[in-house]
């Protein structure tokens, strides 16, 4: 049988707190409640996923140029603050062929003024935010159509 095409979803930093703390920010799900949501729209949407959160900007870095050397159909990713932080990882986006879909769980452009610029954004397919949890459904959705 042929393999799924398969989605990376890249997590940054602090996400895996997710639904402990700031859930009217965030919202109640956990990561891994959000993982088995994607799972299951995956199997609907005859893809595979690969869900990750790291702490640190060298593995999501990492992560973007093995999804690119794997021949990843798309990438999802929630860079986290470093979405408006990070030219390391604005770089790595420039460098990788596989699409990449933006996701965030608020709305940063509702937010602070620090998380209005997103070095993430200029070198996404595209963006979808301030959905919380189900912001990652329609990202996949989107993904697996790319
Ligand atoms: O809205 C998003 O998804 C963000 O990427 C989340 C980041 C934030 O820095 C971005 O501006 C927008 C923060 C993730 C931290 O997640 C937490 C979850 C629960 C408790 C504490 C932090």
Redesign the pocket.
């Known amino acids: 049988m042929a393999t799924l095409p398969t989605i990376f979803v890249l997590n940054?930093?602090?996400?895996n707190?997710?639904?402990?703390?700031?859930?009217e920010?965030?919202g109640a799900d956990t990561l891994d409640d959000i993982a088995g949501a994607l799972e299951d729209r995956a199997r609907a949407l005859g893809v595979r996923i690969d869900m990750r959160q790291s702490n640190h900007e060298g593995h999501l870095i990492d992560w973007l140029h093995e999804a690119n050397a794997t021949g990843a159909k798309a990438v999802i990713l929630?860079?986290?603050?470093f979405?408006?932080t990070s030219i390391a990882l604005h770089d790595a986006l420039k460098s990788i062929r596989v699409p990449v879909v933006e996701?965030?769980?608020?709305?940063?452009h509702a937010?602070e003024a620090f998380?209005h610029r997103s070095f993430v954004a200029p070198v996404a397919r595209g963006t979808i935010?301030?959905f919380g949890a189900m912001?990652y459904e329609l990202a996949l959705d989107a993904a697996a159509r790319l």
């Open positions: 940054g930093p602090n996400l707190l997710l639904g402990t703390r700031e859930p920010i965030y929630n860079a986290g603050a979405t408006h996701v965030h769980l608020s709305n940063p937010r998380r935010a301030g912001g």
